[in-house]
């Protein structure tokens, strides 16, 4: 071989022997030992048409842990969700037939254990009392101070956000 040739020949024999082990490489599925899983919701949004997108961040904590491996039973999971934005109107009674959807899975969840806390400095705003509301929804004083709260207690923050497609996933795999 001339000296000129040598480098990009011996990069293409290489590359030729690894392409098929590549070929076979993926993702590896882990198992982490999740343990005594304590979450806060935090819900704030602009629109409360965008309350059952945030309840998909809801049911991606709480399914995965109910499911094999980890089995998780109800007393096991401590979820607060703490809501202090528009989406406060879809808890209230006189909303439930707008919102059915939605609030058949908040039920759902306040089933299995999760609590719902709903601001009550939002609740005067949006002119709502407590008996306006969802019987499994439970009025803090504030959203701010209710936060604090639990996180002071271990829980962990998540706050969803919900932003709107643009795009198909069809479009972009």
């Known amino acids: 071989m001339r000296p000129d040739t040598t480098l990009p020949a011996l990069l293409l024999a290489l590359g030729l022997a690894v392409a ?64 202090h934005g528009t989406e ?21 969840y306040a089933d299995q254990g999760v609590k719902f806390r709903v601001c009550g400095l939002a609740l005067r705003d949006f002119g709502y009392t407590p008996a306006d509301l969802q019987p499994f929804v439970e009025v803090a004083p504030s959203a701010m101070t ?17 932003t709107e497609k643009k795009v198909s996933t069809e479009a972009i795999r």
Not at 98 to 103: D, G, L
């Open 20 to 83: 098929p082990c590549a070929a076979l490489a993926q993702a590896q599925v882990v198992q982490t030992p999740y343990q005594n899983p304590k979450a806060l919701f935090d819900i704030y949004l602009d629109h409360p048409d965008k309350m059952g997108s945030a309840l998909y961040w809801l049911r991606s904590f709480v399914n995965p842990l109910q499911e094999a491996p980890y089995s998780f039973f109800n007393e096991d999971l401590r979820v607060v969700v703490v809501l």
């Open 88 to 108: 406060l109107v879809t808890l209230a009674r006189r909303n439930e037939a707008r919102y059915s959807e939605v609030v058949q899975r908040l039920r759902f």
């Open 146 to 162: 209710e936060l604090v709260h639990w996180q002071n207690q271990g829980y962990a923050l998540i706050t969803p956000v919900v």
